[in-house]
């Protein structure tokens, strides 16, 4: 088991930047492979961002590449995601999940279905 709580979340105008941090317990962090999934209302769970177990495969969702950064200390048992130069359309709730890792291919997972473990959440709003 691991427990995922989120932070980082707020209320920001456009062009604004924030960053969210998901801190893990329960396991050793490095064994997970991490996604950052958002969530609007109305819409369907998007996948955002993916990291493997080390941090040096990532994925990115076309409309965030070049504004977001997908990052994570494994020392510190912390995934991050800075978003830079937001806009009203990534207004959503923002969750972190986890999943045991795997060793080949790019490690990293974009489909949520695929994901074990889930934090609770945390709101995103971007003002025009």
């Known amino acids: 088991q691991v427990q995922l709580v989120e932070s980082g979340g707020g209320l920001v105008q456009a062009g604004a930047s924030l960053r969210l941090s998901c801190a893990a317990s329960?396991?050793?962090?490095?064994?997970?492979?991490m996604g950052w999934f958002r969530q609007a209302p109305g819409k369907e769970r998007e996948t955002v961002a993916a990291?493997?177990?080390?941090?040096?495969?990532?994925y990115y969702t076309d409309s965030v590449k070049g504004r977001f950064t997908i990052s994570r200390d494994n020392t510190k048992n912390t995934v991050y995601l800075q978003m830079s130069s937001l806009k009203p359309e990534d207004t959503a709730v923002y969750y972190c999940a986890a999943r045991d890792a795997v060793y080949t291919g790019t490690g990293y997972f974009t489909d949520f279905a695929e994901y074990n473990y889930w934090g609770q959440g945390t709101q995103v709003t971007v003002s025009a």
């Open positions: 329960g396991r050793t962090f490095s064994r997970f492979a």
């Open positions: 990291v493997n177990w080390s941090g040096g495969s990532t």
